[in-house]
Each structure stands twice: as C-alpha cells, then as structure tokens.
C-alpha cells in the first residue's frame, strides 16, 4: 500500500517543490498539500489541498486521521528575519506545530516525520568554518532557538517514545518556483529575479559576507532520501548537518555578471547583516554523506546558469 503523506506549510518556497516531487514518486492523491490560505492557486487545484494551520492540533490531527496519512513533512515555520520582528509569534508557531506532530506520532496516529531545521541552530561561539556535526549551539536569533530546541525535542522523542524523526539543517535554498519569505539568506534569491527585471541589485548584506547554500534541486533530493533511507542506517535523531556550496553576495553576483555584463550590485547592509554575521561560513556534512550516501550535484555557476534561463522564461510570458 502506497504511503500516505501530509505536507504543512506546501505553498511555502520548500514546501511547493517537496509537494511536487513527492507526488511524482507516490501519486498525487497520496500526497495532501496543507497550508493556512490558498495563497497558491495552482498547488490547490493540482490536487488533494487543505486549509490547515499549523498551531491547530485538532486540524492537523483530523486531516492525518480522514486521510489515513502515515507520513508528516512540518514546513512551515517563521524565518530568521521575520522571526526577529515577531519572536513570540516565531515561537508560538515554530515550536507549537512541532510538538503537535511529534505527539501524533507518540500516539501511533502517523509513523513518520519530516522537520527541518536549520544553520541557524549555530551562532557566534560556533567554529564558522567547516562547522561540525557536533559543535557548540548558541543561537542568537529566536529561529535559531526554536530549531535548536526543536532538535533536541525530536531526539527526545525518538529516545523516549520511538518516534522516526528525520531532520536536516537546511542552510540557505536557491530556488526559481517559490519565492522565500523572511529568511537571512534569502538576498541569494532575489539577486537573480533583480538581474533579470531590473539589471540591478541593492544587497542588505555585504560583499563579504559568506553562508552556506544549497540549490533547491539538491535540497529536495536530500529531504526524499532521508526519508527513504533505512532507519538503522541513521545515526542523527536531532537533525543532519548538510552541505553543498558557500558564497559571499561578491560570488554571486559575479557569477551573474559573467552571464549579463551589464548586471551592477551595491551593498547596504541591515538588520539582517548581524545574524548572517553569527551564522557559519562553512558546514562539515561528512556524517550525512556517510549514513545516507548524500551527495550534492549543483555549483554556483551551475546553479546561476538554471536560475537565469528559468526566471528569463519566466518573466518573457508573465
Ligand atoms: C533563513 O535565512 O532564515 C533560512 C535558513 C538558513 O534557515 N533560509
């Protein structure tokens, strides 16, 4: 029998992308998007869609029970920017939905959960560079605790009650689909829709400035083979440290300018600049890589090159 899924958050930037790759793999009537709207049009008529919020236990609960869903993916979360303008509602909404999903699964109603975390969980005591599975954790964006707390609660729960959950620390996602919403990272998204409409972009970080970063491409196909691989294989209940490519917004733009010479970039650093600046440069995924065989495909350039011929047909028939 065909699992089950149920996917919180769907029309977010990941969540649009997951819904679609699951579907492909287990049909599309067994896969629910969910999301608080329906925001996306094209996500609510392309098959079985729910308004769920994710605070709601009883929602949440209803839909996994209607639908006989086995399997939860919890995407939706406040970022770290918008988490810094609104830290209760960033908790109230991070840790809330988590907990309401971890007990689904404590009571056997689901089997298995997906949630991610995130590079957030570090800070500025951390080793920046090439940072370890296991390090030092002192977040200081209130994201970054929830995600911190959030992993030690998933551990816990499959310590304590058996609970498969499977969780990796995203760093920032490039993506053309779906736009991100209030994340540190997200400059390295609309960098290339600026390149594109406007020749033009006003960075809030500086040049300098380097995180990790991952094409969505690879993001999805780490979050599909984790919850493929086999549990005894799985030596993090917490959350994986996971690693493709790292960039300052000086890289990028020079990898869009090789492809538009007239592309041009200033820098303005805000808000954002201090919780890039507590966040490492690097990440060691080396224990991903060996438990679940992860591998990324993308570079920058090749990643610039998908970026621009995608958002270029994109913006020629809107
Ligand atoms: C953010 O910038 O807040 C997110 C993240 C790295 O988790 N993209």
């Given amino acids: 029998m065909s699992s089950k899924i149920l996917i919180i958050g769907a029309c977010g930037q990941i969540g649009t992308e997951l819904t679609a790759r699951l579907r492909e793999i287990h049909g599309t009537e067994n896969v629910i998007a969910s999301d608080i709207n329906t925001r ?20 949440i609960k209803d839909c ?11 995407m939706a979360a406040l970022l770290s920017a918008t988490g810094e303008k609104y830290p209760m509602e960033a908790w109230d909404l991070n840790m809330n939905s988590l907990f309401h999903v971890l007990n689904l699964a404590k009571t056997g109603i689901i089997k298995k959960v997906y949630w991610p975390s995130s590079i957030a969980v570090f800070g500025p ?13 002192e977040p200081t964006t209130v994201y970054g605790i929830t995600k911190q707390v959030g992993e030690r609660w998933c ?26 919403g ?24 500086s040049e300098n400035t380097s995180l990790p970063m991952m094409f969505m491409d690879d993001a999805i196909k780490a979050t599909v083979d984790l919850m493929e691989a086999p549990a005894d294989h ?15 917004p000086k890289e990028i733009f020079e990898s869009i300018k090789r492809r538009i ?25 080396s224990v991903a890589r060996k438990d679940w ?6 570079d920058l350039d090749a990643m610039t090159d998908v970026m621009l011929n995608e958002l270029k047909k994109k913006y020629t028939h809107s």
């Fill in 40 to 59: 996306k049009l094209e996500l609510v008529n392309s098959g079985p869609f729910e308004i769920i919020d994710a605070k709601n236990f009883n929602a």
């Fill in 64 to 74: 996994c029970v209607n639908y006989n869903v086995d399997t939860v993916y919890l």
């Fill in 125 to 137: 005591t951390t080793p920046r560079d090439n940072t370890p599975q296991h390090t030092i954790c």
């Fill in 155 to 180: 551990e816990y729960y499959y310590n304590k009650y058996n609970v498969d959950v499977r969780s990796i620390r995203y760093p920032g996602i490039i993506s053309h689909k779906a736009m991100p």
């Fill in 182 to 205: 209030g994340g540190t990272t997200d400059y390295a998204v609309e960098i290339y829709h600026e390149a594109i409409k406007n020749g033009n972009y006003e960075c809030f970080l």
């Fill in 234 to 248: 799985l030596t993090i209940r917490s959350s994986y440290n996971l690693s493709a490519i790292s960039f300052t």
């Fill in 261 to 285: 010479p007239e592309f041009e970039i200033s820098y303005n650093p805000d808000f954002r600049q201090a919780i890039a600046d507590s966040w490492p440069s690097s990440i060691d995924d």
């Fill in 293 to 298: 065989n992860w591998q990324h495909s993308f």
